[in-house]
């Protein structure tokens, strides 16, 4: 069965140093999501991509959050530099939208758990 | 913008006993709404989903009916098992955005 791969699935790592993760979503699937899962709470969207597209980027910190997905298919997300606050559960996440279909079932991967120190 | 409110937890049962997670949620439009779990290590997953008003979904035997005049999609078992224990997000989609309530801990103790 397709699953979507993440790595790493841990990392810590010091305030001011740079972290990235990584994301393969399930082959063919055009729309990745990145998600932050902060212990206790639900998963916040941090930005969406339409293939190589970012669609909707409202909620990440764009000071020190980066995120790309070159060719459309996998993706990374750049923490520089990470913050005590940043620690959390980073959830990527792909679907097989198609246009005007608000099917909304997404697939995630197992997530990367950053702690920073 | 879109919200959803779930019970808080934790809940812990006992096997066999009835599982209620509420769920209520604000939204523009007519979106979908979805039950995800979250068992202990592993990734979200979908659980049921429901796409417009009077829907039912269903899986593993949980259900939930989309109900638009009390703007709700209540999570319900009739007889849990243990390895139901998990976290339980109750989401709406709008527009391929998914937004998530806060999670409910299901314990179910043998």
């Known amino acids: 069965e397709a699953e979507v791969a993440q790595s790493p699935r841990y990392k810590i790592t010091e305030k001011s140093q740079a972290v990235a993760f990584w994301c393969d979503p399930i082959?063919?699937?055009?729309?990745l999501y990145w998600y932050r899962q902060i212990l206790g709470q639900g998963p916040e969207l941090l930005v969406q991509?339409?293939?190589?597209?970012?669609?909707?980027d409202s909620q990440l910190p764009k000071d020190r959050f980066s995120a790309e997905r070159l060719k459309g298919v996998d993706s990374t997300l750049k923490i520089q530099p990470a913050e005590l606050g940043d620690s959390a559960m980073y959830l990527c996440?792909?679907?097989?939208?198609?246009?005007?279909?608000?099917?909304?079932?997404?697939?995630f991967g197992e997530g990367s758990r950053l702690t920073v120190l | 913008g879109d919200s959803v409110t779930q019970m808080e937890g934790p809940v812990t049962l006992s096997e066999e006993a009835f599982l209620t997670i509420n769920c209520t949620y604000t939204?523009?439009?007519?979106?979908?709404l979805f039950w995800y779990v979250q068992y202990p290590g592993e990734g979200l997953q979908l659980l049921l989903k429901?796409?417009?008003?009077?829907d039912k979904g269903s899986n593993k035997g949980f259900e939930a009916t989309y109900r638009k005049e009390t703007t709700s999609f209540h999570l319900e078992k009739g007889s849990v098992q243990v390895s139901d224990s998990a976290v339980y997000f109750c989401a709406l989609s709008n527009d391929y955005k998914l937004s998530f309530g806060a999670g409910t801990t299901v314990t179910v103790r043998a």
């Open positions: 082959s063919g699937h055009a729309t």
């Open positions: 991509f339409q293939d190589e597209s970012v669609v909707d």
């Open positions: 939204a523009t439009g007519y979106p979908s």
């Open positions: 429901a796409t417009k008003a009077d």
């Open positions: 996440a792909s679907s097989h939208s198609s246009g005007g279909t608000n099917t909304g079932e997404l697939f």
